[in-house]
């Protein structure tokens, strides 16, 4: 099972301010340029089994209007979580340790996830669980809020595949695990 970490952080790390507010990236769809290239998201999302997101994550995508995934949506969540009519078989809920999603998913045929989300992206790093992560820094400082990583209990190496330059000064960097 593979999983890729696909997100971006203001130039100091956060990947959102502390009440959840992201208008800091400016528009959806300002990082595409003239071909339709959108930093990679669209291949990543057509080569992937699942996105795996925790519901702080989930709530936010809601409040984007249209559902923008076509792929299977897994909320982490040990609370009761209540899903809009039109997205009923387009979401469902889990609970427990990331080995554990990882194994229900792959029991049910999958190979890539995508994981999203900071508290869920913090825990499947710290179990192990990442080996794509692509990290799209935003030529903004926020100065506080939701970091994209947090305390772990070893060092974690990454191995760097790439970094390009995106429009609007968008700096966009590849790394994989170090096996």
């Given amino acids: 099972m593979k999983a890729t970490v696909f997100c971006a952080t203001s130039l100091d790390g956060y990947i959102a301010r502390s009440d959840g507010d992201i208008s800091w990236l400016g528009e959806p769809g300002a990082d595409e340029d003239e071909s339709?290239?959108?930093?990679g998201f669209t291949p990543l999302m057509e080569s992937i089994d699942y996105l795996v997101?925790?519901?702080?994550?989930?709530?936010?995508?809601?409040t984007f209007?249209?559902?923008?995934?076509?792929?299977?949506?897994?909320?982490?969540?040990?609370r009761e979580l209540a899903v809009p009519k039109h997205l009923s078989g387009k979401i469902e809920t889990m609970s427990g340790s990331p080995a554990d999603i990882?194994?229900?998913?792959a029991s049910r045929g999958a190979k890539h996830l995508y994981v999203d989300g900071g508290n869920t992206i913090q825990r499947f790093l710290r179990a192990g669980l990442i080996h794509n992560l692509i990290v799209t820094t935003v030529p903004v400082l926020i100065g506080s809020?939701?970091?994209l990583f947090s305390e772990v209990d070893a060092d974690?190496?990454?191995?760097?595949?790439?970094?390009?330059?995106l429009t609007r000064g968008l700096v966009q960097s590849e790394y994989v695990v170090v096996r």
């Fill in 36 to 39: 339709g290239d959108n930093g």
């Fill in 53 to 62: 997101m925790g519901r702080n994550t989930y709530e936010k995508v809601l």
């Fill in 65 to 78: 209007g249209d559902w923008p995934y076509a792929k299977p949506v897994v909320v982490l969540t040990s």
């Fill in 102 to 105: 990882v194994a229900t998913l």
């Fill in 145 to 147: 809020g939701i970091p």
């Fill in 156 to 165: 974690i190496q990454r191995q760097h595949v790439a970094t390009r330059t």
